[in-house]
């Protein structure tokens, strides 16, 4: 079975300063990891997500993640964020051949400050 | 192209009653996911539908049923409501089947159970 963690629940930075939203997942299998954002009373938005290849991937709002295999680790990162990134972010992986069934961390709430 | 639609957005029912949540997927994705929101258990899958047929289905109980239609649009009911059903239900579409391809989300259906 797979599993993901978000270590931090809650993230305050200030408008304009770097951020790393952390992620951890389990599995015994070969998975693809995605970070998706979630807007207040909005759907979930992705943002990016890795398949395989190249362990920096690019998404949009100028996000970044890092697949990190020994670790088991897919954080994300941002060089520098705008009041307009404070939502709920989910790490989240599904099973490489599998259904479109996506296991999700509990979230980590990033709240930018001016 | 028009995204993925959710109806009705807001849902007030009464313990004990069923209700029924639509899906309209994006045009010409095939797979649709259901899956639960609540701030206690965070998002977690319901079941997955895939050309009409039941791929594969999370750990609720019998009371969470759905089904897809020839036309990808697919419905989920929850019957004899407790209120811990109370929880934003999110569809998600994607275009094929297989864990990599990226789901595209609806806005939800918010259930409150009195």
């Known amino acids: 079975a797979q599993s993901v963690t978000q270590l931090d629940s809650q993230v305050p930075v200030f408008e304009e300063a770097p951020v790393e939203l952390r992620c951890n997942y389990s599995?015994?299998?070969?998975?693809?990891l995605f970070w998706y954002v979630q807007y207040p009373n909005q759907g979930l938005q992705l943002l990016l997500k890795y398949l395989s290849g190249s362990t920096l991937v690019k998404g949009i709002n100028g996000f970044e993640a890092e697949f990190n295999k020994s670790q088991t680790s897919f954080h994300l990162r941002k060089p520098s964020v705008h009041i307009s990134d404070t939502a709920e972010y989910f790490c989240?992986?599904?099973?490489?051949?599998?259904?479109?069934?996506?296991?999700f961390g509990a979230g980590t709430r990033l709240a930018v400050h001016p | 192209k028009a995204g993925v639609t959710q109806t009705p957005r807001y849902l007030i029912k009464t313990r004990g009653q069923q209700v029924t949540l639509s899906c309209s997927p994006i045009s010409g994705h095939r797979s649709v996911s259901w899956y639960q929101q609540t701030p206690g258990q965070g998002l977690q899958f319901l079941f997955e539908y895939f050309s009409e047929t039941q791929r594969n289905k999370g750990n609720f109980p019998g009371r969470f049923s759905g089904r897809q239609f020839s036309n990808s649009r697919s419905e989920m009911n929850v019957s004899t409501l407790e209120l811990g059903d109370s929880a934003l239900y999110l569809c998600?579409?994607?275009?094929?089947?297989?864990?990599?391809?990226?789901?595209?989300f609806g806005p939800g259906t918010r259930l409150t159970v009195t």
């Open positions: 998600a579409s994607s275009p094929r089947k297989g864990g990599r391809y990226e789901q595209y």
């Open positions: 599995s015994s299998v070969s998975v693809y």
């Open positions: 989240a992986v599904s099973k490489s051949g599998g259904y479109n069934k996506l296991i």
